[in-house]
């Protein structure tokens, strides 16, 4: 970036034209199915429209969001998102789930990618094998642990009834207790490779000479995956986790078929979807996918400050 | 203690295996047992029957779904890849003001939740008159395929040596006669890889093929699974589900094998590196 300060030969102006010529399709159709969506969502938010008919809309303001109705009787009746304890149970759930299926799969992909790091006959096997749940459709992993976890013939209710670990068979995914439980197991089952393969891939980058003058200086393995190995991926951990976290804040396929119209599992983006497309509720699920997306931003930016601090903090 | 030791780390990777092969085992065992053999929890199947896949692939538009799933990820991985190594030329090859921006906004839109752009991109779709049509489908999933498809094959374009294009440069060649003739026969293996993760991710996409398509035919094959229901409303047809779920899932799982270090080097350009 020295050539700033000097006046850009006519080669690099010429290439820069370039440059924003060999992005501008991208550029465009990028605007076209993300951008332009986006602001018409948050516009829409604003109005009263449903989807019968669009076009018949009228601007309400904050009136999704927030709204105080005087009765006759001279109470006040609070309406809107805000209030509205449907969504707030929502947002709940999804924040929840995101928080332990993430930590699981971190700890689980954690012991998976150290185990693939040792050298040992048959790891491309294993390798192999742990490829399969991260190449399973999520809809297609919906169903086959539904099939499994079924309440009359599923074979994870006969073997536990076996083992005695249980005395009644259990209505995994209907019943409120565990609908959570059951949509966290598919979750992690699935994407616990994808973790283990991005510490994995740090791990292999480590310089293996730390690692052999730390044994030499006698540190157990337990000391040098604390004190060496684990500051040194760190960095590839945090990137791992917000991938996956962000990723589980949209959550919407596997609940909607693994546990549909439970109350338990309701995560943000059924919520919109449902008020959007089911309840003919245009506006309103608008509004639920705006504060959807300010909500999901706001913790990205709380996760990159905090993770920054305590990473030069650590130094 | 050193033998426990052993002992004890093939135990676990024994599990590892299992628990991530066992669920899609069972699929393959319950799509073939037929009748009442499917109600009892058996590891393996009493008999071979493969009435299920006769039943998915003949009743319903099981088949035109599949065809449907191949033409919306084969269009989208094409014209995602097209759009994407232009891009990527750029944004890796080519200092501009306001690149690192550009390169932070397409990240963020990667990872951007779907629903957000629902309601705006359905109106899109109502204007263009492409409800319940592929393209439809195809023109939504650019979101998120092309700035995955831009992001990885950037980090790619990255790493192809600086001499090549100098000495092309010298030569008078143009910025797309070095894109054409000679980055793009080096990047073979990058757009391979990339297309495939792409394919993939199409492939598997439900919440628009749920929402922009209405009728049987036009669905994808995610969207077909997930509505397979039977004669009667409490009668759920799983041999016929687990069929389909094998037939969509089995030439995945195999890609995947094949293709297994392109992948996983893939997957890692797009996390680690970035």
């Known amino acids: ?315 | 203690m050193k033998m426990l030791k052993r002992t004890a780390f093939y135990l676990l990777l024994l599990a590892i295996v299992f628990v991530a092969v066992f669920p899609f085992y069972y699929a393959i065992v319950t799509s073939l047992k037929s009748g009442t053999e499917l109600f009892q929890a058996g590891l393996w199947p009493q008999s071979f029957s493969l009435a299920n896949y006769r039943n998915v692939l003949t009743e319903g538009p099981f088949l035109r779904n599949l065809v449907n799933s191949l033409v919306v990820s084969g269009a989208v991985v094409a014209v995602s890849l097209l759009l994407g190594v232009t891009a990527a030329y750029a944004l890796a090859r080519i200092r501009f003001r306001g690149r690192s921006v550009l390169m932070l906004a397409i990240l963020s839109v990667s990872m951007f939740p779907q629903v957000a752009a629902l309601a705006g991109l359905f109106e899109i779709v109502r204007a263009l008159h492409l409800y319940n049509s592929l393209l439809a489908l195809i023109l939504s999933y650019m979101i998120f395929t092309l700035p995955f498809t831009v992001w990885v094959l950037t980090t790619f374009v990255r790493d192809l040596p600086v001499e090549i294009e100098e000495a092309a440069i010298l030569d008078g060649a143009g910025p797309w006669t070095i894109l054409t003739r000679i980055f793009l026969p080096l990047l073979w293996p990058a757009l391979a890889t990339t297309g495939l993760l792409a394919f993939i991710s199409a492939w598997n996409e439900f919440l628009f093929a749920l929402t922009f398509t209405s009728t049987n035919t036009q669905r994808t094959v995610p969207v077909a699974i997930a509505l397979l229901s039977g004669n009667s409303q409490f009668e759920i047809p799983w041999g016929n589900i687990m069929a389909a779920s094998v037939i969509v899932t089995v030439p995945l799982v195999a890609l995947v094998l094949i293709f297994q270090r392109r992948i996983v080097s893939g997957l890692t350009a797009g996390g680690v590196k970035g």
């Open chain 1, 1 to 315: 970036m020295s050539a700033a300060s000097v006046r850009p030969s006519p080669l690099a102006r010429r290439r820069v034209r370039t440059a924003w010529l060999f992005l501008a399709p991208m550029l465009f159709v990028l605007g076209v199915v993300a951008g332009w969506p986006f602001l018409r969502t948050v516009y829409y938010s604003f109005t009263d429209a449903s989807l019968a008919d669009l076009d018949a809309r009228q601007w309400v303001g904050f009136d999704n969001y927030f709204s105080v109705l005087t009765l006759p009787s001279g109470r006040l009746l609070y309406d809107g998102l805000l209030v509205d304890p449907v969504w707030w149970r929502a947002v709940w759930n999804t924040v929840r789930f995101a928080v332990i299926s993430v930590a699981c799969e971190t700890v689980l992909g954690m012991i998976v990618a150290l185990s693939l790091n040792a050298d040992f006959p048959g790891r491309g096997i294993v390798r192999a094998a742990i490829l399969i749940p991260w190449a399973i459709p999520t809809i297609v992993s919906a169903k086959m642990w539904q099939w499994m976890l079924n309440d009359q013939f599923g074979i994870i209710n006969v073997v536990l009834l076996n083992l005695g670990l249980i005395d009644s068979k259990i209505a995994w995914t209907a019943s409120a207790d565990t609908a959570m439980v059951a949509v966290l197991i598919v979750d992690i089952w699935k994407t616990t490779p994808f973790m283990a393969l991005l510490i994995l891939a740090a791990l292999q980058m480590l310089p293996r000479e730390i690692l052999e003058v730390a044994k030499l200086d006698g540190a157990n393995p337990w000391q040098i995956f604390w004190r060496v190995t684990l500051p040194l991926i760190r960095p590839a951990v945090m990137v791992a986790v917000i991938f996956r976290a962000l990723d589980a804040l949209r959550i919407f396929d596997l609940i909607y078929v693994l546990t549909p119209n439970n109350v338990q599992t309701k995560s943000m983006s059924i919520f919109a979807r449902e008020n959007l497309f089911e309840f003919d509720k245009f506006a309103y699920g608008s509004a639920a996918s705006t504060l959807l997306f300010l909500i999901i931003g706001l913790l990205t930016i709380a996760y990159i400050r905090l993770g920054r601090l305590s990473f030069e903090g650590g130094r």
